[in-house]
């Protein structure tokens, strides 16, 4: 990271920014050609790695890419605001993120994939849901594990976090 200075290392404060985002966007590569996504996610972070849980048709186009290659690329983002729209030219914006790398896994398993829909609708909606079998059969699941990860912040100096 060349910015060192805004480099986020902590997994507290990685879990922060990842429970603001809604949405991840998935990056894959098919033939040769970047394909991007935005989808909502569910995570679980254990200090160096994080899991990325996802939940889609059982067919179609990214689960394709993902047969053929499953390394991707994430990244989210916190929604922030412009800085100094005085001068343009000498502009920045305030912003949180996470980008990372991973491989895909798909979940077959059904109490598996009944959990991690129940932890992707709570961090959805911030409310417990229990999944029953036919509903985890009737999609597909799928992880991206990473311990190849970071956080990244530009704070806005006038607002207090924490």
């Known amino acids: 990271m060349r910015r ?88 920045g914006y305030y912003f949180e993120s996470v980008l990372g790398f991973g491989r895909v896994e798909f979940v077959e398993d059904i109490p598996e994939k009944c959990r991690i829909l129940s932890l992707l609708m709570e961090h959805q909606a911030n409310r417990d849901f229990i999944f029953t079998e036919k509903q985890a059969n009737g999609v597909c699941v799928f992880k991206v594990k990473s311990t190849d990860f970071t956080g990244k912040r530009k704070p806005d100096p006038n607002e207090h976090t924490g």
């Open 4 to 91: 060192k200075d805004r480099e986020v290392t902590k997994s507290e404060d990685i879990k922060g920014i990842i429970e603001k985002c809604k949405v991840c966007h998935l990056a894959m590569v098919d033939n040769g050609l970047p394909y991007v996504i935005p989808m909502n996610f569910g995570y679980e972070l254990d200090n160096k790695t994080l899991n990325l849980y996802f939940h889609s048709a059982k067919s179609g186009r990214k689960i394709e890419i993902l047969n053929k290659n499953k390394a991707v690329c994430f990244e989210m983002a916190v929604e922030g605001k412009l800085e100094n729209i005085t001068d343009p030219c000498n502009s």
